[in-house]
């Protein structure tokens, strides 16, 4: 997955591809446990499409104007 294929999906779709993503991150680390994991390189590659989609989503909800998170950005009175 390419973050310029991300770039062109609405929040739904990033955030349907994050949960199914998450879904698979969870199944392999419980094949990782009981030893039946073949592939241990796709183990990495979810987890960096999770970040990728984290990144785009965080960037998409920046040029909004919303802001993700709002740590840091605190006014003192």
Not at 6 to 19: I, N, P, S, V, Y
Not at 25 to 32: I, P, T, W
């Amino acid at each position: 997955m390419k973050a310029e294929d991300l770039k062109g999906k609405t929040a739904d779709e990033l955030g349907a591809d994050l949960l199914q993503l998450q879904k698979e991150a969870f199944n392999l680390r419980f094949q990782k446990a009981s030893g039946q994991l073949e592939n241990t390189a796709r183990v990495r590659q979810v987890r960096r499409d999770i970040a990728r989609i984290k990144t785009v989503t965080a960037a998409n909800a920046a040029k909004s104007g919303k802001t993700a998170s709002t740590a840091g950005n605190k006014q003192e009175n």
